[in-house]
Every structure is written in C-alpha cells, then in structure tokens.
C-alpha cells in the first residue's frame, strides 16, 4: 500500500531515499515526510546531497553540513551535505 500511513506505520522502515528530476519536489516530500515521521519516531534526519540546497530555506533557518535542530521539533534534525567535496576528501 504506497501510502503515508503505511510508511510512518513501518517501524523497521529506517531509511527513506527521495529523488527524482530538478523540480518534481524531492525537497518537499523530503521536508513533509521528515516532518511527519517525527510525530511517530524518536529521531529523523533529513540529509540534502542536492548540489542546490534548498532545506534552509524550506524550514527557514540556517541549515549546515553537521546535523541542525529544527525549529518547533525537538527530534527531527537536517543537515545539507556536499557529496563530490566529501567524496574527494575521501580519496
């Protein structure tokens, strides 16, 4: 059942990956189920790999490259990283 119930209900569930094409609203799903998820889990974070980081400005506040609090939630967290940047440190 490809639902938002379901997904919350799956307590195993411990990842979740969006993606898609420019401007099909991976942000947006990605804020609106971390959001959701946080009413039912103990801890979520949103992690960004999209070179045009876009969570600041969807929660409006400053978002980073190490986990940051969201305002209004005391469980959910997000962070934007830079994966070629990071994946060249790694080499």
Request: glycine share 8%; with cysteine; aromatic share 4%.
């Amino acid at each position: 059942d490809p639902s938002l119930k379901n997904i919350i209900e799956q307590e195993s569930l411990q990842w979740i990956f969006v993606g898609g094409k420019g401007g099909v609203g991976k942000t947006t799903t990605s804020c609106c189920l971390g959001t959701q998820l946080a009413k039912h889990r103990k801890k979520v974070l949103i992690v960004s790999t999209d070179p045009a980081h876009n969570l600041s400005d969807a929660f409006c506040q400053k978002i980073g490259r190490d986990p940051t609090p969201i305002l209004g939630f005391d469980n959910l967290s997000a962070m934007e990283i830079d994966a070629t940047e990071d994946l060249d440190k790694m080499q």
